[in-house]
């Protein structure tokens, strides 16, 4: 069964602080992996995608992926109390459906 | 680019009766549509995936005689819960793939969600 397994958190860290969020998948065939945002009560919000090994940068969110030990994560840098919510980590592969893990709580306190 | 909105964002309605709740992509065409379903303090689940033109495909587990999706332009998919029950209440978020011609396509769009709550 292809799963995407996440540590549930909560993950809490001080504001100013670098989060580091984890992630590992089962499927080798993955060939794409995404991190979702998803505030209470609220639908996920797609923070950052990648599809090749090593880091990926967008403002203070760096994706890191390593296919060889099916390992992906995010890294938030300033952290800030806007930032606490629930990050969703998912794979996807040959076909149209992505694979969600349960996500991490994060909890950035001020 | 790249929104994705539902409707109603929020029903209530009465055992028996039946739901139906409507997303759009507004700002691009989106060949492929998924529904989910989310439970409190749980993930995603995945029910169906719903492509323009043909039959949905369902996930194992998910009924769909009581689920049923119709994806009938590029813009708009719908879900309709039928004779629905205090136990389908949940949060039923959609989703779109990117446009086929866009870097975006691998990626998915969500709407913001329709909570469902069956009394």
């Known amino acids: 069964q292809k799963e995407v397994e996440q540590n549930s958190g909560p993950l809490s860290v001080p504001e100013g602080a670098i989060a580091s969020l984890n992630c590992t998948y089962s499927?080798?065939?993955?060939?794409?992996f995404f991190w979702y945002r998803q505030y209470s009560g609220k639908s996920p919000e797609l923070i950052m995608s990648?599809?090749?090994?090593g880091d990926k940068e967008d403002g203070r969110f760096t994706a890191q992926l390593n296919k060889a030990s099916q390992y992906v994560s995010l890294l938030i840098r300033d952290s800030q109390p806007s930032d606490s919510a629930t990050y969703l980590c998912a794979g996807g592969g040959a076909t149209n459906k992505l694979i969600f893990g349960t996500g991490t709580l994060l909890a950035v306190q001020p | 680019g790249a929104v994705v909105s539902q409707h109603p964002s929020r029903v209530i309605c009465k055992s028996g009766t039946s739901v139906k709740i409507e997303c759009r992509s507004l700002?691009?065409?989106?060949?492929?549509m998924f529904w989910y379903r989310q439970f409190p303090k749980q993930s995603l689940m995945l029910m169906a995936t719903?492509?323009?033109?043909?039959?949905?495909?369902?996930e194992q587990g998910v009924e769909k005689d009581k689920f049923l999706i119709n994806h009938a332009s590029l813009t708009l998919s719908t879900l309709t819960v039928t004779s629905a029950h205090p136990e389908d209440s949940s949060f039923y978020i959609c989703?779109?793939?990117?446009?086929?011609?866009?870097?975006?396509?691998?990626?998915?769009?969500f709407g913001p969600g329709t909570r469902l709550t069956v009394l």
């Open positions: 700002d691009f065409q989106a060949t492929t």
């Open positions: 990648i599809y090749s090994n």
């Open positions: 719903s492509n323009e033109g043909s039959k949905a495909t369902y």
């Open positions: 499927d080798r065939g993955s060939q794409s």
């Open positions: 989703s779109a793939r990117g446009d086929y011609f866009s870097p975006t396509y691998n990626e998915q769009f």
